[in-house]
């Protein structure tokens, strides 16, 4: 990753855990305004060890992060994802949002971590 990316991830404390959870979609678009030359990615996160100490139950989880032109992710909020070991990337199509919900671990489309069904439940 270059410098100025690391140089600005940590000038907004996203290299911090609790400072860059849920803030993946706030990040991306600022990182994308800031460095144009980056681009918009979106999809699921997950671990192929395995071996996940971050939520037993939910493998998969929804993140929004940014490819330079070489196709490097530079993830500005990777640092939430600290207990995940082989963190890996599953791109979905932006335009249909297509979301693994946190809950019961359907996909539908939208922004939240959890489907209507369990948002409310």
Known sequence: MKKEYQNWIESKNYHIPEESSQKCIEAVEEMVKVFPELEKRGGVVYSDDNIDNYLEYVKE????????????????????????????????????????????????????NYCGKCKWS
Do not use: A
Not at 81 to 101: A, G, T
């Open 61 to 112: 989880y929804t993140h929004m992060w940014c490819i330079d032109k070489s196709g490097e992710v530079i993830d500005p909020t990777k640092s939430q994802y600290y207990l995940i070991s082989n963190l890996q990337y599953k791109e979905h199509d932006l335009n249909k949002r297509h979301m693994k919900c946190m809950g019961c671990g359907c996909y539908f489309e939208g922004r939240n």
